[in-house]
Nanobody, 124 residues
Framework: QVQLVESGGGLVQAGGSLRLSCAAS????????MGWFRQAPGKERDFVAA????????SYADSVKGRFTISRDNAKNTVNLQMNSLKPEDTAVYYC?????????????????WGQGTQVTVSS
């Protein structure tokens, strides 16, 4: 069974940085597309970023382009999200997701497995 565990969330001032990490218990991790989604209080869960099997293909939501960077280490079964220039509107619970497919889709329904989430709070 696939399990995903996020870490690295916390409280940061606007303009600061955080690095999220997701540890995946997936036997064939390198054959899973990995994604990050986020959900603010009272809001729907939205796509943030996705990364393909080898890390060469990435996709970002317009709201985070140029500020966030997704990466993966297939030797360690981890996917990371480096978040720079954080804004208060980035405040949300961030979720790691996985799908046993190739494309870096933005569709939540395409991801089969989800972590429990990690809280990111950005103060003004």
């Amino acid at each position: 069974q696939v399990q995903l565990v996020e870490s690295g969330g916390g409280l940061v001032q606007a303009g600061g940085s955080l690095r999220l990490s997701c540890a995946a218990s997936i036997r064939t991790f390198s054959r899973y597309t990995m994604g990050w989604f986020r959900q603010a209080p009272g809001k729907e869960r939205d796509f943030v970023a996705a990364i393909g099997w080898s890390g060469g293909s990435t996709s970002y939501a317009d709201s985070v382009k140029g500020r966030f960077t997704i990466s993966r280490d297939n030797a360690k079964n981890t996917v990371n999200l480096q978040m720079n220039s954080l804004k208060p509107e980035d405040t949300a619970v961030y979720y790691c997701a996985a799908r046993p497919g190739y494309s870096t889709t933005r569709t939540q329904g395409a991801y089969d497995y989800w972590g429990q989430g990690t809280q990111v709070t950005v103060s003004s």
